[in-house]
Antibody
Framework: EVQLVESGGDLVKPGGSLRLSCAASGFTFSNAWMTWVRQAPGKGLEWVGRIKSKIDDESTDYAAPVRGRFIISRDDSKNTLYLQMNSLKTEDTGEYYC????????????WGQGILVTVSS | QTVVTQEPSLTVSPGGTVTLTCVSS?????????PSWFQQKPGQAPRSLVY???HKQPWTPARFSGSLLGGKAALTLSGVQPEDEAEYYCLLYFGGARVFGTGTKVTVL
């Protein structure tokens, strides 16, 4: 059974930093391109960024609102995906989902349960 | 950043047909944008319905179909069922980054 379990969500002040983790199991994580998606309270989905697999050079792409502040990384030895969030803004508040969403394997559709990040003073 | 716009809300009767569209501020939507469609119900994570314009997931009911219509991506629901009431999002690829649409709330009444 495929599982994606996010952790690390918290209340943080504007300008602060936070790192989310996503523990994956039930599939070959090292081959998967992984994506972070977020959703502000009562709002729509927002694509945050994606990391390719190591064999595909582990390159990353980010949405414009987070580019330069967020960093996606992975540790294939731990089957874990990360989202390092720096210089946090109130508009970064929301539910963050880890997902296998990608163009490489678009039929692969697994999502975590989501983790809440609140940025507030 | 490119804005992807959907109808805010649509209402359809059970058994009826409704078409949701997905428009890019950057111009016509093509197969090169790899349009995808997702369904989200309250309190749940999104779920993929259609990818690469018209390819369905194994769990996607036959009444859902994806297409390109007049420079837009489209999702048509034919023979709508009460359980189709949900929020629907399109997702487009822009050479690296991807952008979700603004979402369409479909009400079945």
């Amino acid at each position: 059974e495929v599982q994606l379990v996010e952790s690390g969500g918290d209340l943080v002040k504007p300008g602060g930093s936070l790192r989310l983790s996503c523990a994956a199991s039930g599939f070959t994580f090292s081959n998967a391109w992984m994506t972070w998606v977020r959703q502000a309270p009562g709002k729509g989905l927002e694509w945050v960024g994606r990391i390719k697999s190591k064999i595909d050079d582990e390159s990353t792409d980010y949405a414009a609102p987070v580019r330069g502040r967020f960093i996606i990384s992975r540790d294939d030895s731990k089957n874990t995906l990360y989202l390092q969030m720096n210089s946090l803004k109130t508009e970064d508040t929301g539910e963050y989902y880890c997902t296998t969403l990608s163009l490489k394997t678009p039929w692969l559709d697994y999502w975590g349960q989501g983790i809440l990040v609140t940025v507030s003073s | 950043q490119t804005v992807v716009t959907q109808e805010p809300s649509l209402t359809v009767s059970p058994g009826g047909t409704v078409t949701l569209t997905c428009v890019s501020s950057a111009g016509a939507v093509t197969s090169g944008h790899y349009p995808s469609w997702f369904q989200q119900k309250p309190g749940q994570a999104p779920r993929s319905l259609v990818y690469s314009t018209s390819h369905k997931q194994p769990w996607t009911p036959a009444r859902f179909s994806g297409s390109l219509l007049g420079g837009k991506a489209a999702l048509t629901l034919s023979g709508v069922q009460p359980e189709d009431e949900a929020e629907y999002y399109c997702l487009l690829y822009f050479g690296g980054a991807r952008v979700f649409g603004t979402g369409t709330k479909v009400t079945v009444l």
